[in-house]
Nanobody, 124 residues
Framework: QVQLVESGGGLVQVGGSLRLSCAAS????????MGWFRQAPGKEREFVAA????????VYADSVRGRWTISRDNAKNTGYLQMNSLKPEDTGVYYC?????????????????WGQGTQVTVSS
């Protein structure tokens, strides 16, 4: 089992920044790929970004590439999502995710581990 707890969400104005954190506990988190997903009101949950556990290779959704950065600190069992240049359409609940399968963490994370989510609201 892997337990994930997100923090760092909140209310921010357009163009502002937030940094989300994901604290992991349980099994060896450093061996799990980590990702972030989000769900906007009335929409399905979607992939945002992922980071490979070994090489640190990263993948981003087109909507956030160039604005956001995913990272991790395996010594602290913590992952991060630095969100810059925030837009109103970035509003939603953000979920941390972990899985052993790269294809899974970069798509739907079906069968993987999830955090409880943290709300991000971008006001215009």
């Amino acid at each position: 089992q892997v337990q994930l707890v997100e923090s760092g969400g909140g209310l921010v104005q357009v163009g502002g920044s937030l940094r989300l954190s994901c604290a992991a506990s349980g099994r060896t988190f450093s061996r799990y790929h980590m990702g972030w997903f989000r769900q906007a009101p009335g929409k399905e949950r979607e992939f945002v970004a992922a980071i490979n556990w070994r090489e640190g290779y990263t993948v981003y959704a087109d909507s956030v590439r160039g604005r956001w950065t995913i990272s991790r600190d395996n010594a602290k069992n913590t992952g991060y999502l630095q969100m810059n240049s925030l837009k109103p359409e970035d509003t939603g609940v953000y979920y941390c995710a972990a899985d052993l399968r790269w294809l899974t963490i970069t798509s739907t994370n079906d069968g993987g581990y999830w955090g409880q989510g943290t709300q991000v609201t971008v006001s215009s």
